[in-house]
C-alpha cells in the first residue's frame, strides 16, 4: 500500500511540473534580418516575348540571437492553400516589410480553384508560376514561366495543376 501512495503522489509532482512548464511562456524571437531573394533561372522565347524560367523563390529570416551554427532551410510545398500578402510596403496582415514600393501575393491553385484581383491602374503586374501550370487571363502558363501585365484592369487566375503562384504589384 505504501508504494502506491507514493506512486500516486509522484505522478501528482510530475502532472503539476509539466503543467508548469506548458504554461510558461515561451520566449520571442527577435529577428535582425528578413528578406527574400531570387536565385538562378534564365530567359526564355516565348509566343509573347521573353520570360524567366527555372529560378528559385525564397525568404529568409535570422535571428537576433542565432542558437545553432547551421541555419534551418525549408522547402515549398504541399500542405497550404488560399492566398495571402507575402511583402508589402507597410507589413500589413503580417507580411514582410518590403523596402520597395511593391507588394507580393501567394496563392495555390488546383482543379477549379480561382482567383479574380483588381489590378491598379498605372503600375506593372508580374504573374510568376513557381509550382505545376495555371492560366492567367487566358493565357496558360506552366512552371518556371511568367507574365509582365501592363494597362490590365484585372487579373484573372483559374485551371490550376498544383500551381504555385505569385503575383508582384510594381511601380512602373
Do not use: W
Not at 47 to 53: A, C, F, R, T
Amino acid at each position: 500500500m505504501p508504494s502506491n501512495i507514493a506512486s500516486i503522489a509522484c505522478a501528482g509532482l510530475l502532472a503539476v511540473a509539466a503543467t508548469q512548464a506548458l504554461a510558461a511562456p515561451a520566449p520571442s524571437l527577435e529577428i535582425a534580418s528578413q528578406g527574400y531573394i531570387f536565385a538562378g533561372g534564365h530567359y526564355v522565347d516565348g509566343p509573347d516575348g521573353k520570360y524567366m524560367s527555372g529560378q528559385a523563390y525564397v525568404e529568409y529570416q535570422i535571428p537576433a540571437k542565432r542558437t545553432h551554427p547551421f541555419p534551418i532551410v525549408m522547402i515549398h510545398g504541399g500542405g497550404q492553400n488560399g492566398s495571402n500578402f507575402t511583402g508589402t510596403p507597410d507589413g500589413r496582415d503580417g507580411s514582410v516589410t518590403l523596402h520597395a514600393d511593391a507588394s507580393l501575393r501567394a496563392g495555390l491553385f488546383d482543379g477549379s480553384e480561382h482567383a479574380e484581383m483588381a489590378l491598379v491602374p498605372g503600375r506593372l503586374s508580374y504573374v510568376h508560376v513557381a509550382r505545376g501550370s495555371v492560366v492567367a487571363n487566358g493565357h496558360k502558363l506552366a512552371a518556371g514561366d511568367a507574365a509582365l501585365l501592363r494597362d490590365e484592369t484585372t487579373l484573372a487566375l483559374s485551371d490550376g495543376r498544383d500551381a504555385e503562384v505569385l503575383v508582384f504589384d510594381l511601380a512602373p
